[in-house]
């Protein structure tokens, strides 16, 4: 936005020098006898003046093309920006919320191989298991926790990036501040 500010500002600047300066003066000359007292003999001149830059001939419209295709290349730089935060915001959402429904999905994943890895290690105890599948349920317990905390992880990062990108950092900053305390 700051680029298409600084662009019209230009072009208003630049379409500016290519028109004439009207000006209009007025002098009004008071006669030394005036100053003392006496008769005022007080004679007043207008004059009306048109001034011009153009420059040396085309070179000024061709400035102001120019000018104006500049300005075109930020109008479309900005909406190019706005759709590509639009598209972040529309797949962080999305992934803020696969993280929120996978969440409690992880977490009975996790305590029911938890609670499989607890059977499977009495069962090694009383005979039943052999080690090698006592070690693979510690394997499935350790990529479920796995998996847990990198959703969990995600989740924040996202919901971070989202309340970024959707409130002025005065109000992020001080929200997070909050959170900490």
């Known amino acids: 936005q700051a680029q298409l500010l600084i662009q019209q500002a230009e072009a208003k600047e630049i379409g500016a020098e290519l028109k004439p300066e009207v000006y209009l003066r007025v002098e009004r000359s008071y006669s030394e006898s005036a100053l003392s007292g006496g008769a005022m003999s007080t004679p007043t001149r207008i004059f009306v003046g048109v001034n011009s830059r153009f420059g040396a001939g085309l070179s000024s419209y061709n400035r102001v093309q120019s000018v104006n295709e500049r300005l075109q290349a930020a109008q479309l730089q900005l909406e190019e920006t706005k759709i590509n ?17 996978r969440l409690p999905l992880l977490q009975e994943a996790f305590q029911s191989t938890d609670q499989s890895f607890a059977s499977a290690n009495r069962q090694f105890l009383a005979g039943r298991k052999s080690w090698l599948e006592v070690m693979n349920s510690a394997r499935e317990v350790q990529q479920a926790a796995f998996d847990l905390a990198d959703v969990s992880v995600m989740k924040s990062q996202y919901y971070w990036r989202l309340v970024l990108m959707t409130r002025p950092i005065e109000e992020s900053v001080s929200a997070t501040m909050a959170q900490m305390k």
């Open 85 to 101: 935060l639009r598209e972040q915001f529309t797949s962080d959402w999305n992934t803020y919320q696969s993280a929120v429904l």
